[in-house]
Structures are given as structure tokens and as C-alpha cells.
């Protein structure tokens, strides 16, 4: 089948480097706005019988850019093509993977089953969860960042660097960044108050004198970082601090919380488009060339 990629609207710079790096030119689309804020979308491609891929983050606004990836893929669906794999470099709703109480949607299951009735495959960038992955009825492909970002920060390692998961959640991500590393590893205990407002109890492992190297999936509000930052220097931790995390969302005044603190650098990804952060050390690494060997990966299997 001949391959296609198309792009919603969410992420388009990442969508014309993973085009460039498949040696693609992006498929022609139309996808306006009514003035009620209803998507329309039209596929101006020929692509009966096609492998189509559909690249669209679903970070904020998540359910309008959720509703036009499933509009997309109904639109290409009705277009003949032969398969629809949605490629989604930040995969929202994810945290969303359990119900804490008995009142709650599960919305990771929510959101695979609602793409699961317009694509056949889901491709995922660096998930809250791997247990989203048992929620899908077609098949889920997850692609880490880690190597990438670990092979990133390998350069500014040095022999007093310390990785820091910053709760329980990284306790597994940590390890992972440690075996690539090969550097030691301090555990954070917190308590989330709120969706902003965390608390750290205790910190398991010996920072004092030690430059942390932050490690988790995703900054979204900063509240967890903003914590364990102030309480990694309580301990004796000195004030060069890096970070790094596969989806740097920084909602909300994230970016003025974390520019008052002495990070040194945050190397991410662009899974999402990066806006008003120039007061931020933000190292950004394309997830294109990772992105397009996996897309090879699976045409040929």
C-alpha cells in the first residue's frame, strides 16, 4: 500500500518534519472552522486502498483536537483508504487510567474506544501509562522518548549528576534513564493535594552535593516540579538542576513558576508546539526521525 500522511491542525511543524523524514510530501487536506466552532474537513487526496497515517497531538485544547482527529480519520475512512493508524505524539487523557472514585469515567478507555471505531492502529509517544495500551481494541504501538532524551543529556553528564524520579508514578521511568546513564537514582514521596498542589514527604536517596536530573513524562501545571525542586535544595542539592520529560505541556503560568528556579536546562521533545517559554532553558528534540523509523517498522512487518 502506498503511504500517506496527513496532519490535523495541533502540531503541523512536527508533521512536515516526520513528511520530510519519510520523504513524503504532506497530504493535501482542508480543515476549517464553522463560526458555531464545529471542524470541517476535507481529504484532497486520491487515496483509495492506502496506508494513511494521521498526525495529531491531544494536548489543550485536547477534546477539540480529539474531535478533529476522529474526523479526520472518518474523512479518509470514507475515502477508500486501506488503513488508518492515528499517530499521536502526545496522547491526552492518559493519566486517565483508573477511576479514583466510583463517580469517574476511566477516559484512557474512553478515548481508545472512540478512535478504535475510525483507525485500525493507534502509534503513541511516551504514554503516563502502559496500561492504556491493555484498554485498546486494535492494536497500540507505544514509542518511548527516553533513548532519545537520555542520548540528549549524555553530553552534559558529569560525575556529580543524580536522577530524580519526582513521585511514585517515575519510580519505573528513572530506572529506565539509570540503565542508559549509568548514574545513581533518588525517589521523591509525594502527596497531590489538587490537580496543582502537591506536598513532598520524603526524599529516598543522598542528594546533598549532588546536581538532580529530574525525570518524568510530562510537565503539565509544574506543580510536582516546582516541589521537588525546593525540597531536592532543602536537602543539599546544588542549585544546577536539569530536567528531562517527554511532553513538556507548561499549562497555565507553568512557565513563570519554573523560570524563577535554577534549571539549568529541561530537554524535551516537541510532541507539543512550545509557546511564550522563551524565559525557559528548553532544549526541544524532534521526535520525527524516531517517529519515521518506526513507521518503517511497521510497513514492513
Do not use: W
Not at 556529580?160 to 524520579?165: P, Q
Not at 552535593?209 to 501545571?221: A, N, Q
Not at 535554577?262 to 526521525?289: C, F, M, N, W, Y
Amino acid at each position: 500500500m502506498d503511504l500517506i500522511l496527513f496532519s490535523g491542525r495541533s502540531n503541523q511543524p512536527l508533521s512536515r518534519n516526520l513528511a520530510s523524514a519519510l520523504d513524503l510530501h504532506p497530504g493535501r487536506c482542508l480543515i476549517e472552522d464553522f463560526p458555531d466552532g464545529e471542524i470541517q474537513i476535507q481529504v484532497k487526496e486520491d487515496i483509495q486502498g492506502c496506508d494513511v497515517y494521521l498526525l495529531q497531538s491531544t494536548d489543550a485544547p485536547a477534546g477539540r483536537n480529539l474531535m478533529e482527529l476522529l474526523l479526520l480519520a472518518d474523512a479518509c475512512r470514507r475515502r477508500g483508504a486501506g488503513r488508518i493508524t492515528a499517530v499521536i505524539p502526545y496522547f491526552g487523557y492518559a493519566r486517565q487510567d483508573r477511576r479514583v472514585t466510583d463517580e469517574e469515567p476511566v477516559g484512557a478507555r474512553v478515548v481508545t474506544d472512540m478512535l478504535a471505531t475510525r483507525c485500525d492502529r493507534i502509534l503513541a509517544v511516551e504514554l503516563h501509562t502502559p496500561a492504556v495500551e491493555g484498554f485498546s481494541s486494535v492494536p497500540l504501538v507505544h514509542v518511548p522518548a527516553t533513548p532519545l532524551l537520555a542520548e540528549a543529556f549524555r553530553t552534559h553528564r558529569s560525575e556529580r549528576s543524580i536522577l530524580v524520579a519526582p513521585d511514585a508514578g517515575a519510580a519505573k521511568l528513572v530506572n529506565r534513564y539509570a540503565d542508559l546513564l549509568q548514574l545513581p537514582v533518588a525517589y521523591v514521596q509525594k502527596i497531590r493535594k489538587s490537580g496543582e498542589e502537591v506536598s513532598v514527604e520524603a526524599i529516598i536517596g543522598n542528594v546533598e552535593g549532588r546536581s538532580p536530573v529530574i525525570v518524568d513524562d510530562m510537565i503539565s501545571t509544574g506543580g510536582t516540579m516546582v516541589k521537588t525542586i525546593e525540597a531536592l535544595l532543602e536537602r543539599g542539592a546544588l542549585p544546577e538542576v536539569a530536567v528531562l520529560t517527554g511532553h513538556a505541556l507548561l499549562v497555565g503560568d507553568a512557565g513563570r513558576k519554573l523560570a524563577k528556579l535554577p534549571i539549568k536546562r529541561i530537554i524535551t521533545t516537541d510532541s507539543v508546539l512550545h509557546q511564550g517559554t522563551r524565559s525557559l532553558p528548553l532544549e526541544v528534540h524532534s521526535l520525527a526521525p524516531l517517529l519515521a523509523d518506526r513507521i518503517r517498522e511497521l510497513r514492513k512487518a
